[in-house]
C-alpha cells in the first residue's frame, strides 16, 4: 500500500526539525526548544515510520538508538591510510620540528594551525552524496573496524551534511570522546547498576565505541569533533587546512573553537603556553596541542616517513608523576632477542590508569638512575606512552642491585652485549621461543608477508605443538593440520592455506621487511632491495662487509652497506650480522626453496622503467603508495619523493598537489596509475 503525500511531507518535515535541534543542541550547544517538545516530535516521527515502514531513511533521526546487536565487526581498509602523528615533549623537539619544514618546504617561515589534542578515539565517517554510509576505527592505520551502527548513534555527528551540493564521496575524520560531565554521570550509572567503573574517559569512549550491542553505544553520552577531510571523490576540497575546519563546520561538524592559525615555531610556543594554562578548565580530556602545516600543497610537497607525516607532530604536555616502591625487576625478551628491564611496582594510579609495571629500557638507564630493588620511585605516564620510572625518590632500606642475566630467562641461551651498544640480547635467535614467536608474527604481519588468518592465538598453538619452529614451516602447513587446532575448521584451514600461498608472490622489500633484522623498518628495507636489486647482491655485500662490522671508527664498518642512502654504521652492522649467522641463511634457504619468490634481479634491472625516475603524488585507485613504490622497482625504476628536471614521469592520483603542479611547469610527462601500467606493459 503506497504511503500517502501527506504522511511522507510530514515525516521529511519532522525529520529536518529533528536534524535541526539535534545541531543546535549537540553542536553549537544553543538549543531551541525543550526535552519534552523534542521528545513529542521524535515520538510523531517514530509513529509515522513505525505505521509505514517505507519511510525511514538512513539519515532519519530514529536510526540513532541502535539496532540488534551484531556478531563482530567487520574489517574496513581505508582508501587513505589514517596515519599516526610523531610526538614532542619539548621545546628543542618543537623547534627542530619547525626547522625540519621550512628545510624541506625552503622557506624561512612557516603557518601552522595550532589545535588541542583531544584523548579520544580516532574515527574515518564515510559520506556518500551527503548521507553518512560507514564509519569505522582507526585500527592499524591501513584497515579499521566497521563501526557504522554504533556510530550513527552519537548525536553530533550528522546523519547527512548541512548542504545543498554534497561531494559524491567525502571522508571525514575526527576523534570521538567523552565529556567530564558525560564520564561523571556514566560511572554514577555503572556503581548504581553494581557494574565496573571506567577508569578514565578515554577508555570509556573505545569501551562505548566498540559494543556489539548498539542499543548500549546509544546510551552512552559520547561527543565527536571533527579535524580533517580524508579520501574524497567530486570535489577539490580547501587550499588550506583551517578553510578544512570553516567547510566541516558549514557542514554541521563540531570543530574545536580553539584551533589558531600561528606563526612558525614562537607562534606554536605561545599557544602552547595558552593552552597548557587553560586545560583544567576544559570540558574534556586534551593531552597536548598538534601543530599542522596549514598550506594543503605544501604538505604534498613535505610529504611523509614512515607511517606518520612530516607536515605535523603532537606536542605532547609533560606527564603525570606519582610516588610508589620498585618491588621487583623481570627482564622479557623481544623478537629480535633484545632483552629489556621491566619493573614491577606497588600498583599506583598515574596519568588516568593503575600502573604496575614500568620500563626500565635498559642497563644503561638503569645505572644513570642508580635504582635498585626496594627504593621508593617516581613514576611517569602521560596518555598511551608506556610508564616509565624517572628518578629515586628516597633509596630503600634493604636495596638489591638489578642485575643483566647471563643467560636469557627464556631459552637459557647466552645473553651477550656488544661493546659500544646499549642492548643486551639473547643469542640464541629463532632458537629462543619468545624470539621466535615475536619473529613469526612480524613475518606474517601486513606490512610483511600479509598471511590473513595466522595470528597470534593460532601461531600460538602451532610453535606449542612442535609444528613450527621457523619462518619456512609456515609454507610446510596443510589445511589438515591446521583444521585440527582449537577453534579451526576446514574452512577456515583452507582460508589460511590459501593466504599462505598467496604471500609466496612477494617483493624484495617486503622479504626484507618480514624477515626482522634489527632496525631495518620498511623504508631501509625498501632502499636495500632498491640498492642492491637482488638477495644475492645484498647477502654478497653483507659477507664481505662482515670483518669489518666491529671497526673501532663507525667511518670504517661496513662500507658496502653504508653506500645505501640514510643506513648508518649501526644498521649496516644489523644487516652484516643477520646475514653472516647460519641459521639465518638457512630459513632463507628453505623459505626460497618452498616457493617464496619476487620479481627476478635481471628484470628489475633491464625491465621498462630502468633508468627512469618516478615521483608519486595523489591517492592512486586501488592501491597505495607503498605498492606502486613496489610495482616501480620491481621494473628497474626509481622511486623519487621531489620532482626536478630529471624527473622523467609524475604519477598522479586523486588530490594531487604541489608536485603535480610542479611537474607542468617542468613539462615532466604526467601518468595515471592506468598509464603507469601501460608503461611497464
Given at each position: 500500500m503506497p504511503v500517502p503525500a501527506a504522511a511522507r511531507a510530514r515525516a521529511e518535515q519532522l525529520r529536518r526539525e529533528l536534524n535541526e535541534h539535534n545541531y543546535r543542541y549537540y553542536v553549537l550547544d544553543a538549543p531551541t526548544v525543550s526535552d519534552a517538545e523534542f521528545d513529542a516530535l521524535f515520538r510523531e516521527l517514530q509513529e509515522l515510520e513505525r505505521h509505514h515502514p517505507e519511510l525511514p531513511t538512513p539519515d532519519s533521526p530514529t536510526q540513532r538508538v541502535g539496532g540488534a546487536p551484531r556478531a563482530d565487526f567487520a574489517p574496513v581498509r581505508h582508501r587513505l591510510p589514517m596515519q599516526s602523528l610523531n610526538n614532542c615533549f619539548s621545546e628543542d623537539e618543537l623547534r627542530e620540528f619547525d626547522r625540519r619544514v621550512r628545510e624541506g618546504l625552503r622557506r624561512d617561515a612557516v603557518e601552522y594551525v595550532a589545535e588541542p589534542k583531544l584523548d579520544g578515539l580516532a574515527i574515518s565517517l564515510v559520506y556518500e552524496h551527503g548521507v553518512f554510509a560507514r564509519g569505522a576505527t582507526r585500527g592499524d592505520g591501513e584497515t579499521g573496524e566497521d563501526i557504522t551502527e554504533n556510530l550513527r548513534t552519537v548525536r553530533s555527528i550528522p546523519l547527512r551534511l548541512r548542504t545543498g551540493h554534497p561531494p559524491r564521496l567525502a571522508e571525514v575524520r575526527g576523534e570521538v570522546y567523552l565529556p567530564h560531565k558525560g564520564f561523571e554521570r556514566l560511572n554514577r550509572q555503572q556503581a548504581e547498576r553494581g557494574e565496573k567503573t571506567f577508569v578514565n574517559p578515554r577508555n570509556a569512549a573505545a569501551g562505548s565505541l566498540r559494543q556489539l550491542d548498539p542499543r548500549i553505544t546509544a546510551s552512552r553520552p559520547l561527543a565527536f569533533y571533527a579535524?580533517?577531510?580524508?579520501?574524497?571523490?567530486?570535489?577539490?576540497?580547501?587550499?588550506?587546512?583551517?578553510?578544512?575546519?570553516?567547510?566541516?563546520?558549514?557542514?554541521?561538524?563540531?570543530?574545536?573553537?580553539?584551533?589558531?592559525?600561528?606563526?612558525?615555531?614562537?607562534?606554536?610556543?605561545?599557544?602552547?603556553?595558552?593552552?597548557?594554562?587553560?586545560?583544567?578548565?576544559?570540558?574534556?580530556?586534551?593531552?597536548?596541542?598538534?601543530?599542522?602545516?596549514?598550506?594543503?600543497?605544501?604538505?604534498?610537497?613535505?610529504?611523509?616517513?614512515?607511517?606518520?607525516?612530516?607536515?605535523?607532530?603532537?606536542?605532547?604536555?609533560?606527564?603525570?608523576?606519582?610516588?610508589?616502591?620498585?618491588?621487583?625487576?623481570?627482564?622479557?625478551?623481544?623478537?629480535?632477542?633484545?632483552?629489556?628491564?621491566?619493573?614491577?611496582?606497588?600498583?599506583?594510579?598515574?596519568?588516568?590508569?593503575?600502573?604496575?609495571?614500568?620500563?626500565?629500557?635498559?642497563?644503561?638507564?638503569?645505572?644513570?638512575?642508580?635504582?635498585?630493588?626496594?627504593?621508593?620511585?617516581?613514576?611517569?605516564?602521560?596518555?598511551?606512552?608506556?610508564?616509565?620510572?624517572?628518578?629515586?625518590?628516597?633509596?630503600?632500606?634493604?636495596?638489591?642491585?638489578?642485575?643483566?642475566?647471563?643467560?636469557?630467562?627464556?631459552?637459557?641461551?647466552?645473553?651477550?652485549?656488544?661493546?659500544?651498544?646499549?642492548?643486551?640480547?639473547?643469542?640464541?635467535?629463532?632458537?629462543?621461543?619468545?624470539?621466535?614467536?615475536?619473529?613469526?608474527?612480524?613475518?606474517?604481519?601486513?606490512?610483511?608477508?600479509?598471511?590473513?588468518?595466522?595470528?597470534?592465538?593460532?601461531?600460538?598453538?602451532?610453535?606449542?605443538?612442535?609444528?613450527?619452529?621457523?619462518?619456512?614451516?609456515?609454507?610446510?602447513?596443510?589445511?589438515?593440520?591446521?583444521?585440527?587446532?582449537?577453534?579451526?575448521?576446514?574452512?577456515?584451514?583452507?582460508?589460511?592455506?590459501?593466504a599462505v600461498g598467496k604471500s609466496k608472490q612477494t617483493t624484495l622489500a617486503r622479504f626484507l621487511y618480514a624477515l626482522g633484522i634489527p632496525d631495518v623498518g620498511e623504508a631501509t628495507a625498501r632502499d636495500l632491495a632498491a640498492h642492491f636489486g637482488s638477495l644475492e647482491a645484498l647477502m654478497e655485500a653483507a659477507e664481505q662487509d662482515a670483518p669489518t662490522t666491529h671497526a673501532a671508527k663507525d667511518k670504517d664498518r661496513c662500507p658496502r652497506l653504508r653506500q645505501v642512502p640514510d643506513v648508518?654504521?649501526?644498521?649496516?652492522?644489523?644487516?652484516?650480522?643477520?646475514?653472516?649467522?647460519?641459521?639465518?641463511?638457512?630459513?632463507?634457504?628453505?623459505?626460497?626453496?618452498?616457493?617464496?619468490?619476487?620479481?627476478?634481479?635481471?628484470?628489475?634491472?633491464?625491465?621498462?622503467?630502468?633508468?627512469?625516475?618516478?615521483?608519486?603524488?595523489?591517492?592512486?585507485?586501488?592501491?597505495?603508495?607503498?605498492?606502486?613504490?613496489?610495482?616501480?622497482?620491481?621494473?628497474?625504476?626509481?622511486?623519487?619523493?621531489?620532482?626536478?628536471?630529471?624527473?622523467?614521469?609524475?604519477?598522479?592520483?586523486?588530490?594531487?598537489?604541489?608536485?603535480?603542479?610542479?611537474?607542468?611547469?617542468?613539462?615532466?610527462?604526467?601518468?595515471?596509475?592506468?598509464?603507469?601500467?601501460?608503461?611497464?606493459?
Amino acid at each position: 500500500m503506497p504511503v500517502p503525500a501527506a504522511a511522507r511531507a510530514r515525516a521529511e518535515q519532522l525529520r529536518r526539525e529533528l536534524n535541526e535541534h539535534n545541531y543546535r543542541y549537540y553542536v553549537l550547544d544553543a538549543p531551541t526548544v525543550s526535552d519534552a517538545e523534542f521528545d513529542a516530535l521524535f515520538r510523531e516521527l517514530q509513529e509515522l515510520e513505525r505505521h509505514h515502514p517505507e519511510l525511514p531513511t538512513p539519515d532519519s533521526p530514529t536510526q540513532r538508538v541502535g539496532g540488534a546487536p551484531r556478531a563482530d565487526f567487520a574489517p574496513v581498509r581505508h582508501r587513505l591510510p589514517m596515519q599516526s602523528l610523531n610526538n614532542c615533549f619539548s621545546e628543542d623537539e618543537l623547534r627542530e620540528f619547525d626547522r625540519r619544514v621550512r628545510e624541506g618546504l625552503r622557506r624561512d617561515a612557516v603557518e601552522y594551525v595550532a589545535e588541542p589534542k583531544l584523548d579520544g578515539l580516532a574515527i574515518s565517517l564515510v559520506y556518500e552524496h551527503g548521507v553518512f554510509a560507514r564509519g569505522a576505527t582507526r585500527g592499524d592505520g591501513e584497515t579499521g573496524e566497521d563501526i557504522t551502527e554504533n556510530l550513527r548513534t552519537v548525536r553530533s555527528i550528522p546523519l547527512r551534511l548541512r548542504t545543498g551540493h554534497p561531494p559524491r564521496l567525502a571522508e571525514v575524520r575526527g576523534e570521538v570522546y567523552l565529556p567530564h560531565k558525560g564520564f561523571e554521570r556514566l560511572n554514577r550509572q555503572q556503581a548504581e547498576r553494581g557494574e565496573k567503573t571506567f577508569v578514565n574517559p578515554r577508555n570509556a569512549a573505545a569501551g562505548s565505541l566498540r559494543q556489539l550491542d548498539p542499543r548500549i553505544t546509544a546510551s552512552r553520552p559520547l561527543a565527536f569533533y571533527a579535524y580533517a577531510l580524508g579520501h574524497r571523490e567530486g570535489f577539490q576540497g580547501p587550499r588550506t587546512h583551517f578553510e578544512v575546519l570553516a567547510l566541516l563546520r558549514e557542514w554541521g561538524f563540531a570543530v574545536s573553537g580553539l584551533a589558531e592559525i600561528v606563526d612558525g615555531f614562537d607562534g606554536c610556543r605561545r599557544y602552547y603556553e595558552r593552552l597548557a594554562q587553560r586545560r583544567a578548565t576544559l570540558p574534556y580530556d586534551i593531552d597536548g596541542v598538534v601543530y599542522k602545516v596549514n598550506d594543503i600543497a605544501s604538505r604534498e610537497e613535505l610529504g611523509s616517513v614512515a607511517r606518520a607525516p612530516r607536515w605535523a607532530v603532537a606536542h605532547k604536555f609533560p606527564a603525570e608523576e606519582a610516588v610508589t616502591v620498585l618491588e621487583n625487576v623481570e627482564f622479557q625478551v623481544g623478537r629480535t632477542g633484545v632483552l629489556t628491564p621491566v619493573a614491577r611496582l606497588r600498583p599506583v594510579f598515574v596519568g588516568g590508569a593503575n600502573v604496575g609495571n614500568a620500563t626500565l629500557h635498559n642497563m644503561d638507564e638503569i645505572a644513570r638512575l642508580a635504582v635498585e630493588i626496594g627504593d621508593e620511585v617516581v613514576v611517569r605516564r602521560a596518555g598511551d606512552v608506556i610508564p616509565e620510572i624517572v628518578r629515586v625518590q628516597r633509596p630503600g632500606a634493604q636495596r638489591r642491585a638489578i642485575r643483566l642475566p647471563a643467560h636469557c630467562p627464556v631459552c637459557g641461551g647466552t645473553v651477550e652485549r656488544a661493546e659500544g651498544e646499549v642492548a643486551a640480547r639473547c643469542m640464541n635467535g629463532l632458537s629462543c621461543r619468545a624470539q621466535l614467536h615475536g619473529a613469526l608474527l612480524h613475518f606474517v604481519s601486513r606490512r610483511a608477508m600479509d598471511v590473513e588468518g595466522l595470528g597470534e592465538k593460532l601461531l600460538a598453538q602451532l610453535v606449542g605443538a612442535g609444528r613450527v619452529s621457523s619462518p619456512a614451516d609456515i609454507y610446510r602447513l596443510d589445511a589438515a593440520t591446521l583444521a585440527g587446532l582449537e577453534r579451526m575448521g576446514e574452512k577456515s584451514a583452507e582460508n589460511v592455506m590459501a593466504a599462505v600461498g598467496k604471500s609466496k608472490q612477494t617483493t624484495l622489500a617486503r622479504f626484507l621487511y618480514a624477515l626482522g633484522i634489527p632496525d631495518v623498518g620498511e623504508a631501509t628495507a625498501r632502499d636495500l632491495a632498491a640498492h642492491f636489486g637482488s638477495l644475492e647482491a645484498l647477502m654478497e655485500a653483507a659477507e664481505q662487509d662482515a670483518p669489518t662490522t666491529h671497526a673501532a671508527k663507525d667511518k670504517d664498518r661496513c662500507p658496502r652497506l653504508r653506500q645505501v642512502p640514510d643506513v648508518g654504521p649501526v644498521v649496516a652492522a644489523c644487516v652484516s650480522h643477520f646475514f653472516g649467522e647460519p641459521r639465518n641463511r638457512e630459513v632463507i634457504r628453505a623459505l626460497r626453496d618452498a616457493g617464496v619468490s619476487w620479481p627476478a634481479a635481471e628484470k628489475a634491472a633491464g625491465g621498462a622503467l630502468a633508468g627512469k625516475t618516478l615521483v608519486l603524488t595523489g591517492t592512486l585507485p586501488g592501491m597505495n603508495r607503498d605498492e606502486a613504490a613496489e610495482l616501480i622497482l620491481a621494473h628497474g625504476g626509481t622511486v623519487s619523493g621531489s620532482v626536478s628536471k630529471r624527473t622523467d614521469y609524475v604519477v598522479a592520483g586523486a588530490d594531487a598537489g604541489s608536485k603535480l603542479e610542479k611537474a607542468q611547469k617542468l613539462g615532466v610527462p604526467v601518468l595515471d596509475l592506468d598509464g603507469l601500467r601501460r608503461l611497464i606493459g
